[in-house]
Each structure stands twice: as C-alpha cells, then as structure tokens.
C-alpha cells in the first residue's frame, strides 16, 4: 500500500512558478514510476509529466513541454514537478500517480496503482 500526499499548490498570476511535491508512504518507493495528472473543471484528467523509478527517463504532455519538469528524491520518498511559465489554462487540481508499471504506460494508458488526493493550482490573467 502506499499513500501519496500532494503539496505546494495554490494561486499564481500567469508567467510566475510553482513547485509541487508529492510524498509518498511505504518502503517501496523507488520500485514505482510516478507521475503527474491534472483535471480542470468539466474536462476528463489528463497526463502531464511521468518519471522511472530512477528518475531516468522522463515523459511530458506537448503542452507542457519546456515550462515543467518532473524530478523525484528517492531518499526522501518524494516526486516533484517544478512548473514555470505557468498559463491560465494550467488551472486545474494536480493529482500525484504512482503505478508498478512503466513511467511510458502511465503516460500513455492514464491508469495507476495509487492516486493522491490532489492540489489546486490556479493561475490568474
């Protein structure tokens, strides 16, 4: 079992940062690939960066391509996704995802093992 606990969301005007993590529980960390998701209002969740369990090899949706970066510590058992250049339509709730399978099936298929409860970053004009 492991539990996922987003943090550092919040409101931001457009063109400003954010960096949110994503800590998880158990001993098994770095056997799992993560990543993140996003769900605006009305709109299905969507895939927005995943990373390997070594942090190796890393996955982005094109919309998000050169303003974040995913990055994850597994000695403090946490994942992060560093966001610059930050849109108005970046406005969702950001979801940490943690799954067994590869960091390219969970970009691909949206499916994990564990989900966070989510964070709202909202981004103002």
């Known amino acids: 079992q492991v539990q996922l606990v987003e943090s550092g969301g919040g409101l931001v005007q457009a063109g400003g940062s954010l960096r949110l993590s994503c800590a998880a529980s158990g001993r098994t960390f770095s056997s799992y690939a993560m990543g993140w998701f996003r769900q605006a209002p009305g709109k299905e969740r969507d895939f927005v960066a995943a990373?390997?369990?070594?942090?190796?090899?890393?996955y982005y949706a094109d919309s998000v391509k050169g303003r974040f970066t995913i990055s994850r510590d597994n000695a403090k058992n946490t994942v992060y996704l560093q966001m610059n250049s930050l849109r108005p339509d970046d406005t969702a709730v950001y979801y940490c995802a943690a799954t067994r399978a590869s960091a390219s099936n969970l970009a691909s298929s949206r499916r994990a093992d564990y989900w966070g409860q989510g964070t709202q970053v909202t981004v103002s004009s």
């Open positions: 990373t390997s369990w070594s942090g190796g090899s890393t």
